[in-house]
């Protein structure tokens, strides 16, 4: 569905003078360096599929979004969309996909929102049919029945969110591209979106491209994520063998029948000790739970254990900082 | 502007609806506007009247004719409403990072803002202008057109509505490079309203100045339709006058086009 391949983005960008006049001679300036938001970036999303794009600010989702939709044009490298270049073929390439900026809206301003998505209709061309049938199933979905007739400007953030998601869903499009859909939006809204998205993908097979800082979304949403930093790939893969692969400290908790001093244990380090309880963390490729259990419990009586997987945050910031 | 695109009424509706919400969401504003432009219809009128009583000859065309053009000015100001065209709606989508969401649609961007355009100049016509044009019809006693006057004034119109869109069109284009046109903008507005005869017909200035806004394409926006319907464009000069507004769309028309590309690609390329 989405196939991109050594995908390469530059900007150029002026050199801010610093000292004496520097306002003055930035006007005059025309000094450029070339910055690579994107670098060599290959993967790919079947029909279907939601993926998860993720990586720290800046390091560069946005811009292959912007690339896939066609409003950037790659320096180098090949991005195709169901077969069109969005780039080249923008208008095919915009009928197929839906956008939704978290940041941004793509409803109008002042105006209620049924009547946004009445312009919608016109810009897409959506049958009557299709239109009226898809509202009548997005609007209770989405919880909008409230906030039809208001104008996008008196909305909540996240009831704005799920505005703009059911406006990008209006022409039923193959593909879905989500930048950063849940940020500052609250636990409610956010569980509405999550239901939404994985059940328009359900029953549609709308293919969904998500960005997102939140591992909730990744957790609810996505069978498989890509990860980038600074503009190259550094991950490709499902997530239970994200976990596996990066997530190699994984804790125990040991609660004892009586407290008992700190001891050393084999293979495992002692991170935490409180009243009755202990923790420890060892890595996945020298102990198991089990054989620590095992041996603590022959020289202690054990009350209750507790096995502490590590969470997708933690395990995305040491990609992140594995470089 | 592809005609291919297919504008239909419900398009056409749909914008129009939704420059009706713009407009009515703030009724202040509203208000405001509407007393202003009955007030401008009303002063422009009795200004003519005096300086006529001064001096009967003081622009050469008999006073009805002059008042008829001078609101009719107004009117056209009113509908255009230059000041805030479609180049201040670009501005502010550059300016807040969604212009990326309007070049996403499925729609040929300049139609797009046409269409738009399009219907904001409808619903200021209808809740704007008729009524303030209504009352200075009585007040003023204005002479109705016959058939042929008609019909040029209103080819005239259309030909100045879309000579004025490209114009602000273009403007709004230059905002996507420089971010901020508020200063162009003013500029182009004290040009607009000094050579294209809006508050002071052409025909009273000095031939030097005459010559000037011969060759400039404001003149397409107010003079010519305002003069094809005070009568002083008629038969072969009415033709003459409306080939020359052609000509400006033409021209107009393919530069924006042309600089739409330009600063689309460098908009895309640098990702603005």
């Given at each position: 569905?989405?196939?991109?391949?050594?995908?390469?983005?530059?900007?150029?960008?002026?050199?801010?003078?610093?000292?004496?006049?520097?306002?003055?001679?930035?006007?005059?300036?025309?000094?450029?360096?070339?910055?690579?938001?994107?670098?060599?970036?290959?993967?790919?999303?079947?029909?279907?599929?939601?993926?998860?794009?993720?990586?720290?600010?800046?390091?560069?989702?946005?811009?292959?979004?912007?690339?896939?939709?066609?409003?950037?044009?790659?320096?180098?490298?090949?991005?195709?969309?169901?077969?069109?270049?969005?780039?080249?073929?923008?208008?095919?390439?915009?009928?197929?996909?839906?956008?939704?900026?978290?940041?941004?809206?793509?409803?109008?301003?002042?105006?209620?929102?049924?009547?946004?998505?009445?312009?919608?209709?016109?810009?897409?061309?959506?049958?009557?049919?299709?239109?009226?049938?898809?509202?009548?199933?997005?609007?209770?979905?989405?919880?909008?029945?409230?906030?039809?007739?208001?104008?996008?400007?008196?909305?909540?953030?996240?009831?704005?969110?799920?505005?703009?998601?059911?406006?990008?869903?209006?022409?039923?499009?193959?593909?879905?591209?989500?930048?950063?859909?849940?940020?500052?939006?609250?636990?409610?809204?956010?569980?509405?979106?999550?239901?939404?998205?994985?059940?328009?993908?359900?029953?549609?097979?709308?293919?969904?491209?998500?960005?997102?800082?939140?591992?909730?979304?990744?957790?609810?949403?996505?069978?498989?994520?890509?990860?980038?930093?600074?503009?190259?790939?550094?991950?490709?893969?499902?997530?239970?063998?994200?976990?596996?692969?990066?997530?190699?400290?994984?804790?125990?908790?040991?609660?004892?029948?009586?407290?008992?001093?700190?001891?050393?244990?084999?293979?495992?380090?002692?991170?935490?000790?409180?009243?009755?309880?202990?923790?420890?963390?060892?890595?996945?490729?020298?102990?198991?739970?089990?054989?620590?259990?095992?041996?603590?419990?022959?020289?202690?009586?054990?009350?209750?254990?507790?096995?502490?997987?590590?969470?997708?945050?933690?395990?995305?910031?040491?990609?992140?900082?594995?470089? | 502007?592809?005609?291919?695109?297919?504008?239909?009424?419900?398009?056409?509706?749909?914008?129009?609806?939704?420059?009706?919400?713009?407009?009515?969401?703030?009724?202040?504003?509203?208000?405001?506007?509407?007393?202003?432009?009955?007030l401008m219809m009303y002063s422009v009128g009795y200004v003519w009247r005096a300086l006529y009583a001064a001096n009967p000859n003081v622009s050469g065309v008999p006073l009805p004719q002059m008042i008829s053009y001078a609101v009719l000015g107004v009117?056209?100001e009113?509908?255009?409403?230059?000041?805030?065209?479609?180049?201040?709606?670009?501005?502010?989508?550059?300016?807040?990072?969604?212009?990326?969401?309007?070049?996403?649609?499925?729609?040929?961007?300049?139609?797009?803002?046409?269409?738009?355009?399009?219907?904001?100049?409808?619903?200021?016509?209808?809740?704007?202008?008729?009524?303030?044009?209504?009352?200075a019809?009585?007040l003023f006693s204005l002479k109705?057109?016959?058939?042929?006057?008609?019909?040029?004034?209103?080819?005239?119109?259309?030909?100045?509505?879309?000579?004025?869109?490209?114009?602000?069109?273009?403007?709004?284009?230059?905002?996507?490079?420089?971010?901020?046109?508020?200063?162009?903008?003013?500029?182009?507005?004290?040009?607009?309203r000094f050579?294209?005869g809006q508050m002071v017909p052409l025909w009273i200035f000095p031939?030097?100045l005459g010559?000037?806004?011969?060759?400039?394409?404001?003149?397409?926006?107010y003079a010519?339709?305002m003069s094809?319907y005070i009568?002083n464009?008629?038969?072969?000069?009415?033709?003459?006058?409306?080939?020359?507004?052609?000509?400006?769309?033409?021209?107009?028309?393919?530069?924006?086009?042309?600089?739409?590309?330009?600063?689309?690609?460098?908009?895309?390329?640098?990702?603005?």
């Open positions: 569905m989405i196939e991109v391949s050594h995908l390469v983005k530059e900007f150029k960008i002026p050199v801010q003078k610093k000292g004496r006049f520097a306002a003055v001679r930035n006007l005059f300036s025309s000094e450029h360096t070339i910055k690579r938001a994107v670098d060599d970036i290959t993967f790919s999303v079947d029909d279907g599929e939601i993926v998860g794009f993720i990586g720290k600010n800046g390091a560069g989702k946005s811009t292959t979004i912007k690339m896939l939709s066609g409003i950037l044009q790659p320096t180098s490298g090949n991005v195709t969309v169901d077969g069109i270049k969005p780039f080249e073929q923008r208008m095919e390439n915009a009928k197929q996909i839906g956008v939704v900026f978290g940041q941004k809206t793509q409803l109008w301003w002042d105006v209620p929102l049924i009547e946004s998505y009445r312009l919608l209709k016109e810009i897409y061309k959506i049958e009557d049919g299709t239109y009226r049938k898809n509202l009548d199933r997005y609007i209770p979905m989405l919880d909008l029945e409230e906030v039809i007739n208001k104008p996008v400007r008196q909305m909540s953030l996240g009831q704005r969110v799920k505005a703009d998601i059911c406006a990008a869903l209006l022409h039923d499009p193959k593909i879905l591209f989500l930048d950063e859909p849940t940020i500052g939006v609250d636990v409610v809204s956010k569980k509405y979106l999550h239901d939404f998205i994985s059940e328009i993908n359900r029953e549609k097979g709308t293919t969904v491209l998500l960005t997102t800082h939140d591992m909730g979304d990744i957790e609810k949403l996505c069978s498989r994520v890509v990860v980038i930093d600074s503009g190259h790939l550094m991950y490709d893969g499902d997530l239970e063998s994200m976990v596996q692969k990066f997530g190699v400290i994984r804790s125990l908790m040991i609660e004892f029948d009586e407290p008992v001093g700190d001891f050393q244990v084999e293979n495992a380090k002692l991170t935490r000790s409180e009243g009755n309880r202990k923790w420890f963390s060892f890595h996945r490729s020298e102990a198991t739970p089990m054989e620590l259990i095992r041996s603590i419990g022959d020289k202690y009586p054990v009350h209750d254990i507790e096995i502490i997987e590590p969470d997708i945050e933690e395990i995305v910031r040491k990609l992140y900082e594995s470089k | 502007m592809r005609a291919s695109r297919g504008i239909s009424i419900h398009t056409g509706m749909a914008f129009l609806r939704n420059e009706f919400y713009n407009m009515s969401i703030y009724r202040v504003s509203f208000w405001i506007n509407l007393f202003y432009t009955f009117a056209l009113a509908i255009l409403h230059p000041r805030n065209g479609p180049q201040i709606y670009i501005m502010e989508q550059v300016r807040k990072g969604t212009i990326e969401m309007d070049i996403m649609k499925p729609i040929d961007f300049q139609f797009y803002m046409f269409a738009k355009n399009m219907g904001s100049i409808a619903v200021r016509f209808l809740f704007l202008v008729l009524p303030s044009l209504i009352v019809f009585f109705l057109l016959d058939l042929s006057a008609l019909f040029g004034f209103l080819c005239s119109l259309v030909f100045s509505i879309i000579v004025s869109f490209f114009l602000n069109f273009i403007l709004g284009l230059l905002s996507m490079i420089t971010m901020n046109i508020r200063n162009i903008n003013w500029g182009y507005n004290a040009l607009l050579f294209s031939s030097a010559v000037i806004s011969d060759f400039l394409p404001f003149r397409c926006i010519i339709p094809i009568g464009y008629a038969g072969m000069d009415m033709l003459r006058e409306l080939g020359v507004q052609f000509t400006w769309i033409f021209v107009l028309g393919l530069l924006s086009r042309l600089l739409m590309k330009r600063v689309f690609a460098r908009v895309m390329i640098q990702g603005g």
